[in-house]
Structures are given as structure tokens and as C-alpha cells.
């Protein structure tokens, strides 16, 4: 077991039963040409995340800890993207429509893409999911439930939007969550921490965070 120390207490973990979430760390956010960037957003405030993300995959794969990577994409036919999503923003580049780094949000296509920093290594577990939140219609639950998993690491982007989301859905499944707050990013600095103080509010109630630098103390210090 490792005890970090964390917001709003400490967090206790054991690597083999822990997962870390990797949200969506596509060039689709984070590169300029993609979905991030058609919805008018600076891409550049995402990469501050990146090299503490490394740190922690490093980390992670170190100590044995199951290593899941999630992208946001949909199938080709669009089929799985709810007309909402769609027609969402009004925006003149919108999903399914090619950009310079493909067809926007549409898996396979070149911005779907993970940044190569954080490409997965053979043998880890990539999600591909239609929505914001990691369990919503896809095999994520069965998978980490089947691997006898307990506690998530989250880190990725955007901090309020599918990084969030996806923690509220594991923390209502019953999970233990502790998001690293150096290693997810936002469009919005206001917002990520906003996500940061409200998840570790009135005593945890979405569950824990903490910085790299406190979680890989806690590893060195056993
Ligand atoms: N727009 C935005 O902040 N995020 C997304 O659309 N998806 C994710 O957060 N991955």
C-alpha cells in the first residue's frame, strides 16, 4: 500500500488494484487543426500537462499499476454521435468534417490520434468512447471490474469537461479516485480549479487530489 498525501486526506492505494485513467490525450485537444481547436479554444494552455502526464505514465507502468487510455472519438458513419453533439456550438469546422488533420472527432483519422509523448505501449487497454464520461457506452466498467481494480488515478484532458465527468461517473460506481492535478489541463485555468476544489470538497465528495510530486513521494517513500 501507498499513502499519499492528498486533498482532503490522505489517499491510500495499492498498485495492484489500481488503474490509471489517461483521458484523452489526442492530438484532436491538444494540437492546433483539431476538434479543440474549432471550438475556439487556445490548445497551446494543454500542453503544460504533458510532461507531468509522461512522468506519471512512467510511474505507473514502474509500479505495476493497470494502465487504461481513453480517447474521445466517433465511428466513421457518425452513428454513435447524438445529433446534439453534432450540431452543438455552431461552429464552421464541426465533427465528422475534415480538417487539416483529418475528419474532426472521428476515429482512425489522424487528430483522433494519440500525442506521440503519450502514445500507449503494446499490451495497454486504449478506450475509445463516444462521450465525455469514460463509462458511458463502452466496455470500461466490465473491464476494470473483471481486473478486480478498487482505486482510479486520473490525469488528461480537459480537466472540467472529460477528465470530470469521468471521475463522477467511477466515483458513483463506487471507486476510489484521485485526480493528479499537474497532469490534467484545461482551456480555462478558472475552471480547472474550480474542478480541483469541488472534487475534494465537503470531505472528498467526488474524491481526492493531489500533485505528481506528492504521489511519487509517497511511491519512494515505502
Ligand atoms: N471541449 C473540451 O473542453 N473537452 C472536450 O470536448 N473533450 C474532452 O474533455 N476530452
Known sequence: MFTVKARPYDYAFDPQRTALLMIDM???FIEEGGFGAALGNDVLLLRAAVPPARMLLSLCRELGVTIVH?????????????PSKLLRGGTA???GDSGPMGRILVDGEEG????????????????????????????????????GITHL????????????????????????CLLVADATESYFPEYKKATLDM???QGGIVGW???LRQLSDACAAR
Open 26 to 28: 489526442q492530438r484532436d
Open 70 to 82: 481513453t480517447k474521445e472519438a466517433h465511428r466513421p458513419d457518425l452513428s454513435d454521435c447524438p
Open 93 to 95: 469546422l464541426k465533427i
Open 112 to 147: 483522433s490520434d494519440f500525442i506521440p509523448e503519450l502514445a500507449p505501449l503494446r499490451g495497454e487497454t486504449v478506450i475509445v468512447k463516444p462521450g465525455k464520461g469514460a463509462f458511458y457506452a463502452t466496455g470500461l466498467q466490465a473491464l476494470l471490474h473483471n481486473a
Open 153 to 176: 488515478l486520473f490525469a488528461g484532458v480537459t480537466t472540467e469537461v472529460c477528465v470530470q465527468t469521468s471521475m463522477r461517473e467511477a466515483n458513483d460506481r463506487g471507486y476510489e
Open 199 to 201: 472534487i475534494a470538497a
Open 209 to 211: 487530489t493531489a500533485s
